[in-house]
Nanobody, 126 residues
Framework: QVQLVESGGGLVQAGGSLRLSCAASGRTFRRYAMGWFRQAPGKERESVAAISGSGLFTYYADSVKGRFTISRDNAKNTVYLQMNSLKPEDTAVYYC???????????????????WGQGTQVTVSS
């Protein structure tokens, strides 16, 4: 069983930056692919970014490429999402996710992930 706890959300002006963190429990963190999803009110959940256990492979949604960076520190059991040049349309609840099967063929699919955090709110004002 893996528990995921997100932090770092908040209110920021457009153009600003935030860094989300996700602390994971367990001794096998390095084996898990990790990712971030988000869901805005009235919209479907969407993948934001994902990273393999070693950090060698990453995935980004087109909407965040060049602005967001996913990284991980396996010594700290933590994954990060650095968000720069934030836009009002980035406003959403952001969820940290973990895949016990590791990096799969479809890292953007929610079905790849068997553990989800409670979410952290990110609000970008215009």
């Amino acid at each position: 069983q893996v528990q995921l706890v997100e932090s770092g959300g908040g209110l920021v002006q457009a153009g600003g930056s935030l860094r989300l963190s996700c602390a994971a429990s367990g001794r096998t963190f390095r084996r898990y692919a990790m990712g971030w999803f988000r869901q805005a009110p009235g919209k479907e959940r969407e993948s934001v970014a994902a990273i393999s256990g070693s950090g060698l492979f990453t995935y980004y949604a087109d909407s965040v490429k060049g602005r967001f960076t996913i990284s991980r520190d396996n010594a700290k059991n933590t994954v990060y999402l650095q968000m720069n040049s934030l836009k009002p349309e980035d406003t959403a609840v952001y969820y940290c996710v973990a895949a016990s099967a590791g990096w799969g063929a479809r890292p953007h699919m929610p079905t790849e992930y068997d553990y989800w955090g409670q979410g952290t709110q990110v609000t970008v004002s215009s």
